[in-house]
């Protein structure tokens, strides 16, 4: 049943089939295959128009069996899901914040990245978005640390005086060699210098740098940020 769910859930109209088998499923009530399905219908039920409301009943179901690893990554849906609510920030922010005390080595990392994030969008929560992401670095996980990494270079490069930090934590990401993001943090990098006085040098290595990973939104990022540098 679980098989058929996902199965069908991923054919184009055939989303009411899906939630009939995830439902029949939660019915039978197994400790495992019901806290899945609960949070495979919150994901199904995200994608529909109008099924928001069922979509966080649906994680919230989940939550409440306290399932050790489902639970938690029903906390982050459920974060996802609010914050792209109008008017829900802080429920969403309550949501990431439940997943992270669960301490779940993937779960937490994931939403103290998002947190900071969601954060990041109220100026006046600047400190909160910082603490959330070096938190998320602190972690050392093998994917989201320098993601974070990144997040938290994008969020210094905004702030008056901070472009030192910035530098300091895009070239932290840099230096993991991550596949995707030290790509993106070498973008980050270049258009932080290029803001800068007599560092149109530095952006411009950083810029071929990125080119050189061959990571197509980088490659992509890094040729508008040479144009840009040429145009000035």
């Given at each position: ?5 996902e ?12 939630e009939?088998?995830y ?12 806290s ?12 529909q ?22 639970a ?8 996802r ?9 802080g429920d ?19 939403a103290m990245v998002?947190?900071g994030?969601?954060?990041a ?21 093998p ?10 270079g994008?969020?210094l ?6 472009a ?5 934590v ?15 943090a ?9 803001e800068?006085?007599?560092r149109?040098?530095d ?11 061959n ?10 940020g ?7």
């Amino acid at each position: 049943m679980m098989a058929l769910g996902e199965l069908v859930s991923r054919q184009e109209g055939r989303a009411g089939d899906a939630e009939t088998v995830y439902r029949q499923v939660i019915a039978i009530n197994d400790p495992n295959s019901a806290s899945l399905s609960m949070v495979n219908l919150g994901d199904l039920l995200s994608r529909q128009e109008g099924r928001t409301g069922d979509a966080e009943s649906a994680y919230r179901q989940a939550i409440a069996t306290n399932h050790p690893n489902l639970a938690p990554m029903a906390m982050y849906s459920l974060g996802r899901l609010l914050s792209r609510q109008e008017g829900r920030a802080g429920d969403a922010e309550s949501a990431y914040r439940q997943a992270i005390a669960t301490n779940h080595p993937s779960v937490a990392p994931l939403a103290m990245v998002n947190l900071g994030d969601l954060l990041a969008e109220a100026d006046h929560l600047a400190g909160d978005a910082e603490r959330a992401n070096r938190q998320a670095i602190a972690t050392n996980h093998p994917d989201l640390a320098s993601l974070a990494m990144v997040s938290l270079g994008d969020l210094l490069s905004q702030e008056a005086g901070r472009a030192g930090g910035a530098e300091t934590v895009y070239r932290q990401a840099i230096a993991t060699n991550h596949p995707k993001h030290a790509p993106m943090a070498l973008i980050g990098l270049g258009d932080l210098l290029a803001e800068a006085d007599h560092r149109a040098g530095d952006a411009e290595s950083a810029y071929r740098q990125a080119i050189a990973t061959n990571h197509p939104d980088a490659v992509a990022a890094a040729g508008k940020g040479l144009i840009r540098l040429r145009s000035r």
